[in-house]
């Protein structure tokens, strides 16, 4: 079997992130009271610098800063009170860290402010739909984006998600992204995929893209797997009995590092998680075994 990864250069600002030795790791930040993860603990800008901060210390490669939920069923966010939550911290983090700050966002404003304090990387997860000036904005920038399929938005991705023929569904949602982002300006370079687990999928779904994200290297593209936390693992570690389960409970970390260890050996290049520390313990594994 041979598991060793495509070679990607991705210019990040300063920054140059190799995707040829080693799974890269994403330390998520998120600065909202509604996360279904991690909801609230780091909202004020303090907490939240000072996790990115230790997850840097951790071994994060990048760090993903969002100001909007995007669980399922979620409101969203007015543009403002977006940018006066992830603005400061960016600021703050962009001149203490010596790894790629990623915006999480669907809206060209917010991105475009972001890379202006500091950010390297726009997500957008989705996939340029929710705002028609993000394609133009992330072209203009300069710099990587990441494309997310997700079937709906947050709001309704949930309520019965379905597919003709899941991978190649979500395959030619992303070369259409690609696509649309390369007729605005985007360096094609500079395009990252993310399959987007829990997007709009089911608990089959989920796994199946988990046991074939090989299938998304013919893209071309860096893929992205996120799996940390999502309900897809709660369901499958929790008690048969039990409606659901703490997100942080130790039963979701350990499935959480199962699903992040299919991530790395089916491709991924970067997996997007909460737990940096355990992660990388886990990819140390996983990648001294695809490159035995």
């Known amino acids: 079997m041979n598991n060793r990864m495509p070679a990607f250069t991705l210019a990040c600002g300063p920054h140059a ?39 840097v210390d951790e071994g994060a490669d990048i760090l993903d800063i969002g100001g909007e939920s995007t669980r399922p069923y979620s409101e969203p966010v007015d543009e403002t009170e977006e940018q006066d939550r992830v603005l400061p911290v960016i600021e703050k983090l962009a001149q203490r860290i010596s790894v790629p700050i990623s915006i999480d966002t669907t809206k060209a404003s917010v991105a475009r402010n972001a890379v202006a304090a500091g950010a390297t990387i726009i997500n957008d997860i989705s996939a340029l739909r929710m705002d028609p000036q993000m394609a ?100 499958l570690v929790k008690n048969a009995k039990a409606k659901d389960i703490d997100p942080l409970s130790a039963e979701v970390a350990r499935g959480t590092q199962a699903a992040v260890a299919a991530a790395a050996m089916g491709g991924a290049q970067i997996v997007r998680v909460h737990d940096v520390a355990r992660t990388r313990a886990t990819l140390a594994v996983i990648d001294a075994i695809r490159s035995a």
């Not at 330390?27 to 230790?54: C, M, R």
């Open 17 to 55: 992130l190799e995707m040829n030795k080693r799974t890269l790791i994403m330390g998520i930040v998120n600065i909202t009271p509604d996360s279904f993860s991690d909801g609230g603990h780091f909202y004020s800008s303090e907490k939240a610098i000072d996790h990115g901060l230790q997850l």
């Open 136 to 235: 133009v904005t992330a072209a203009q920038c300069n710099v990587p984006l990441i494309l997310m399929h997700m079937q709906g938005t947050p709001k309704n991705m949930q309520v019965k998600p379905v597919y003709d023929d899941l991978i190649p569904d979500i395959k030619d949602f992303l070369s259409d992204a690609m696509q649309k982002a390369i007729t605005a300006g985007v360096d094609p370079t500079h395009l990252i995929i993310d399959p987007g687990i829990g997007f709009g999928k089911t608990i089959a779904h989920n796994l199946e893209i988990l046991n074939h994200t090989d299938r998304f290297a013919s893209l071309g593209k860096p893929i992205l797997i996120g799996p940390s936390r999502k309900m897809f693992i709660r369901q």
